[in-house]
């Protein structure tokens, strides 16, 4: 397919994208499955292309406003149009040369913006510089050069000072590799790489997680036999960790409070060799409908789904020997995957969530019995929706108190340096998303 084309492409997914509230990902398979056309390598640019202009729309939007502050006529809108992100994108982080750029952008251009010229605009956008108010403010330099939040920068900064915090900013925009667990329930790690290396996939062990594995590149890997057969399960290792904090048993019963589409879930059947007893509740009916399906895939029979309300007072279950609340969170620690979460992540917004933790804690907390593990984890990075939270959560409820995840790692056999009472895990540091967990234990 013609660049021009391609590019066009990319404009109405992100159009779909910037128009919602949907992780991208999710957004840009709905995209692909509705056109069968699209080869492998058209595919490959657009999802490469829209991911990249998530991840830097900041000094994206940043660079065409300057452009368009000293261009006659040019319009003043509070929305920039799409094509125009993208001609910064193809100029700023591609490497686009003008005459070509102008000729694969120009239809798209004529379509959507009338004011201003898009020779010009390209021109321009080669030569702009950002303002001198940005230049001179160390933490906005930062947080514009990798289009990062302002208050996110602001507190890393605070607490790991500008080179790591430019080291976490940028592995925060790199691309993430392609992890799996592979299913104990189905022969483990051995027999899902020896039917990968069937399929020509030779994939090899997580640096973390006993179960991980680690594709060489970017696969359709739902569409392997392997996956069908419940070998594996999409899954990245940081995610893997969590489970194995609760360090469950076959006969348990444990409760998964927010379980979403159910990897975790999931990943504790397998720890207890399908014995026992999940709870996996979750307030979005379809993501338990694909835990179902992904329940019979992996061949769990343990794991049961309940859809409860927001609002609602949570009814009594059986007491727990574990609890698992993944909170909804900021998901700071997850936008190399999930760049357009940028785009949402406000102090305000995560002020909101710490309220929302806060009342998880409180719902679930009572499921605890005496004697059993309460696990709270988020894949944010900010002390507020973590430390504070459970912090806050310690002070009020004297009758739970920490464990220390570094000791439970060390008897999982899991190595991972630098862990003490609360799992951290960076993404520049451990080369898997950003998580956080604290492991209570209810006395």
Known sequence: MKTASLIGHVVEVLDFVLAGRRPADAVVREFFRARHYLGSS?????AERTFDILRHHRLLTLRCRRVLEVLPGAPVTP????????????????????????????????????????????AGLACVELPAEILRDGM????????MPDFVVAEWLERFGAEETEALCAASNGNPPVSIRANALKGGVGECREALAKEGID?????????????????????????RQGLFEMQDEGSQILSM??????????????????????????????RGKIIALDVDAKKLENLLVRSRRAGVTIAVEEVVAEEAVFRAVPPADAVL??????????????????LLCTEEYSISLSRRQSGLLERYAPSVRSGGRLVYSTCTLLRRENQEVVGEFLTLHPDFSLLSAGDILLRQEVSCPGQETYLELFPHRTGTDGYFAAVMVRS
């Open 79 to 122: 929305v920039l149009p799409t094509v125009m992100l993208v001609a910064a994108h193809e100029v700023t982080c591609a490497g686009g040369k003008s005459n070509e750029l102008e000729s694969d952008i120009g239809p798209l251009w004529g379509a959507s913006v009338r004011e201003t010229d898009c020779a010009l605009f390209i």
């Open 203 to 227: 994939a090899v062990p997580g640096t973390l997680s006993p179960v991980a594995l680690v594709f060489p590149k970017r696969i359709n890997a739902q569409g392997l036999r392997s996956f």
């Open 245 to 274: 904090l609760l360090e469950v048993r076959p006969g348990m019963t444990v409760l998964d409070a927010c379980a979403g589409a159910g990897g975790k879930s999931l990943h504790i059947a397998a720890m207890m060799e399908n």
């Open 325 to 342: 609340i993944d909170a909804p969170c900021s998901g700071v620690g997850t936008f190399r995957r999930n760049p357009g979460a940028k």
């Open 42 to 46: 058209d595919r490959r640019f657009i």
């Open 140 to 147: 906005r330099m930062i947080a514009v050069r990798h289009s």
